[in-house]
């Protein structure tokens, strides 16, 4: 690899990474949405033991979280308190690791902005941008 080769060459690691970054939050986001479709269905048919099992969808109550990118129900326990279930903890690092690629790509392009090409900038920030929006598409489905 010659001298003149190489910023280009880093350049297009610096844009991989932020569209792996990018990749990855649209991932969760897909978690998130099987999670919450049908949610009524999916917490009456996974009803924690210990709690009241009944055919009525008023005894529990049932949201999609942001945090983590989930399911969350809330039963009636049989003691008299409730019982809540969460589904989406395992996304959360991939969310975080994510985040972190992209915000690592964006820096590092910042930084050596003289050794990569405008097209590698724009594809970086391009992706970082992606990424932003994966995150807005979480927060929105969350509490539409």
Known sequence: MTKAERPRTLGWWFVLLSALGAVLIWFVFIGQYADGREIEGQCFGNV???????????????????????????????????????TGESRVPIAFLATGLGLLALVLTWAFRRRTTAMQQVLTHSALLVLGLGWATIAIYANG
């Open 48 to 86: 924690p033991p210990g709690a009241v099992a009944t055919e009525d969808s008023s005894a529990y109550e049932a949201d999609i979280t942001f945090l983590p990118p989930g399911r969350q129900c809330t039963y009636a326990a049989t003691d008299g308190g409730t019982i809540t279930t969460q």
